[in-house]
């Protein structure tokens, strides 16, 4: 069990490095859930589990100073007891939303700790020793992971057990009600995140893909197509479908303006 939860932090630490990092999606909860079941040797309810925290947190974001619920940890955590005490993806979206809204405190303590290499890292910019700037950018993420990681290796370590000893108690009628719960939340995912992306042009690409699924049948993969390609081809009609023709002079000058000001807005 110590070996499985020293393996289930390492997926935290790969997370929250590239949430901190490159972006390569790696922290998205299908991507932790399905590495959590692999570690824990069972990989479908890895990804059944991750697959609906997904679908309950697409809408989940970090918008100037807002600190989001901790996916990362959420996910990890209620996937591993999710698996660990045999009760699937029920006890794991369970336990999984609890989870992110704590561990989110933790997140931003983190961050407030993180303010003292920001100030180290002004003091080295103002002696001009750019090196230590990279060392303290590094120290401030290995807090953040710290945080983040310590809680997940306890929770895999201890919880297990527990979890399934609670969920032994739970009469049926409550076990039956977070099924449906559970099957209810992504659905509040998708609204979170057609709240953030719906504007007033946008309806009619919500219409094309209603249109799909519920009159022609299309499967998500089927759909997902048809929208690579509406994609491409709104691309293609902005820019005159590909054509040569340079924009004109007043347009490049109007756009080089922006950048500037973007730039010096910093």
Do not use: C
Not at 124 to 136: F, N, P, Q, T, V
Request: hydrophobic share 55%.
């Amino acid at each position: 069990m110590f070996v499985q939860a020293l393996l289930v932090a390492l997926v935290g630490i790969i997370a929250t490095i590239d949430y901190n990092g490159p972006l390569f999606m790696i922290h998205r909860p299908l991507v932790t859930g399905t590495l959590t079941g692999l570690v824990l040797g069972d990989m479908t309810q890895g990804v059944i589990i991750g697959s609906s925290l997904e679908l309950m947190w697409l809408g989940v974001t970090g918008i100037g100073g807002y600190t989001p619920p901790d996916t990362i940890s959420g996910a990890i955590v209620g996937t591993a007891l999710g698996i660990l005490s045999g009760q699937g993806a029920t006890a794991g979206i369970a336990i999984a939303v609890p989870v992110a809204v704590v561990t989110q405190q933790l997140d931003v303590l983190a961050k407030t700790a993180d303010i003292a290499f920001v100030k180290k890292a002004d003091a080295a910019a103002e002696r001009g020793d750019i090196s230590k700037i990279g060392l303290y950018q590094y120290a401030s993420l290995g807090i953040i992971v710290l945080f983040k990681v310590v809680p997940i290796f306890l929770a895999v370590l201890v919880g297990g057990e527990y979890v399934q000893s609670l969920f032994d108690m739970i009469p049926d009628v409550v076990m039956k009600g977070l099924n449906v719960a559970g099957g209810l939340l992504p659905a509040i995912g998708f609204g979170m995140l057609l709240n953030m992306m719906l504007k007033k042009k946008m309806w009619v690409f919500l219409l094309v893909g209603f249109i799909a699924s519920a009159f022609l049948g299309m499967s998500t993969i089927g759909i997902t197509f048809v929208g690579v390609a509406v994609a491409y081809l709104t691309v293609m009609m902005g820019n005159g479908f590909g054509s040569e023709t340079p924009a004109p002079v007043a347009a490049q000058t109007e756009s080089a303006s922006n950048d500037d000001d973007e730039v010096y807005d910093l």
